[in-house]
Structures are given as C-alpha cells and as structure tokens.
C-alpha cells in the first residue's frame, strides 16, 4: 500500500541530543507530513513539506524532502524529555487521503 | 474548546453487541476521517466524507457503517462486533479535501472487545 515506513522503529537518546528520524514512500507524492503521538493520545501535526520543497524549519524540528530517493528525515534538535513521542510520517496519493507509517518511538532520557 | 472531540473514550463491549462513536469537530472543516490503530500503531483509514459526502471507503467490512448528519459530525456504527475489531480509533478533520493544512485529530476511543 502507499504508506510511508518509518525507521528506526524505536529510537532512546539523552536530553540535549539530537534526534533524527527517516521515512521512506513508495511512489509519487504531492506532499509529506510529519506528525507526533503522545502516549494516549491524537496525533499533532507537526510540519508539511511539499514535493516541490527540500527542507522546512518549525522551532527544533527540521524536516527534508529527497524525492529522488523517496525519502524524508526529521531531526529534532536539543531534545527534551516532553519530545518523548511516536513520530510518524504521513504521505499521499495526488489529490488522495494521507497514508501514515507505523512509526518512529522516540523516548528521551532526562 | 476541543477542536475535535470523540466519545466515548473508552469503550469495552462483548463480541456480537453493536457499538457507536461519536465525533464532533468545531473547526469548520469540510472533510472528516475515521482512522483505525491497531496494537501496532498502524494507522489505517477507513473512511472520509467531504461535506456528508462519502469519499473514500477502504476495504472495511460492511459491519462499520459511517454516519456524516452534518459537515460537523461524523458517527461510527459497529454492528456484530469482534474481537479482531479491538483497536483505538481516530477522527480526524481538515480543511477540505486537499488536506494541505494537516489533519486535526481526535483524542481517539479505544475499543476493547471481550
């Protein structure tokens, strides 16, 4: 199906570290987003990237876009322990819904 | 105010019963989604309507049957539960059908099947 894979599937760092997490796709998309699960909870939109775009800055996240590799990472810089989340990647058809991975867990040690 | 709100939160139902979710959004947006998450945290869409217009209905068994009476609301019936139905699911809303402001998700409603 068109859904993007996350990787790693688990990810543990210290606060003050950096973060980085990548996501594959399929085929063509028209755009990406990146969103974020707290345990319990909805996910929190967090960035979109556009085919056209190859890196978007939101505070400490940074997100690029390589669609010649069909991939996108996202770096969460100077963590903290409130990062502490699944990450998941959303990616679509053109004009079609989303389709999200299975994602990343990140936990942050204090 | 929450922007997108689903209840029940929990729900936990014996195989057979026939269960509802309510989901509500007060953004004004065109387009509502159910998602599925199961114990791997696979998020699957099931549905989507576009101002109470379904749109997209994926391969969900007919048991699921969405209700859309307004923009605003988006209902989730269950009939003849099982235990394979266990999983927490999500509403979600955006601002039309290009989606290219992001979803507005719900807090989600986990359903226990026994």
């Known amino acids: 199906s068109q859904q993007g894979e996350e990787d790693p599937q688990a990810l543990s760092i210290q606060e003050g570290e950096n973060a980085t997490m990548n996501c594959s796709y399929k085929?063509?998309?028209?755009?990406l987003q990146w969103y974020r699960q707290n345990s319990g909870r909805g996910l929190v939109h967090l960035i979109l990237?556009?085919?056209?775009?190859r890196e978007k800055h939101s505070g400490r996240l940074r997100v690029t876009l390589d669609t010649s590799k069909k991939s996108s990472s996202l770096l969460i810089t100077a963590s903290r322990a409130a990062d502490t989340a699944s990450y998941f990647c959303?990616?679509?058809?053109?004009?079609?819904?989303?389709?999200f991975g299975t994602g990343t867990s990140l936990t942050v040690i204090p | 105010d929450t922007a997108v709100s689903q209840t029940p939160k929990y729900l936990v139902t014996q195989m057979g019963n026939d269960k509802s979710i309510k989901c509500e959004q007060n953004?004004?947006?065109?387009?509502m989604y159910w998602y599925k998450q199961d114990s791997k945290k696979f998020l699957k869409i099931m549905f989507s309507?576009?101002?109470?217009?379904?749109?997209i209905n994926e391969t969900v068994p007919n048991r699921f049957s969405p209700k859309s009476p307004d923009k605003a609301h988006l209902n989730l019936h269950i009939n003849s539960l099982e235990l394979g139905d266990s999983a927490v699911y999500f509403c979600a809303s955006s601002q039309d059908r290009s989606q290219a402001g992001g979803y507005t998700f719900g807090s989600g409603t986990r359903l226990t099947v026994v």
């Open positions: 085929t063509s998309i028209n755009n």
């Open positions: 959303a990616t679509d058809l053109f004009g079609n819904q989303f389709y």
């Open positions: 990237i556009r085919s056209n775009e």
């Open positions: 309507y576009n101002n109470k217009e379904l749109i």
């Open positions: 953004l004004g947006h065109d387009t």
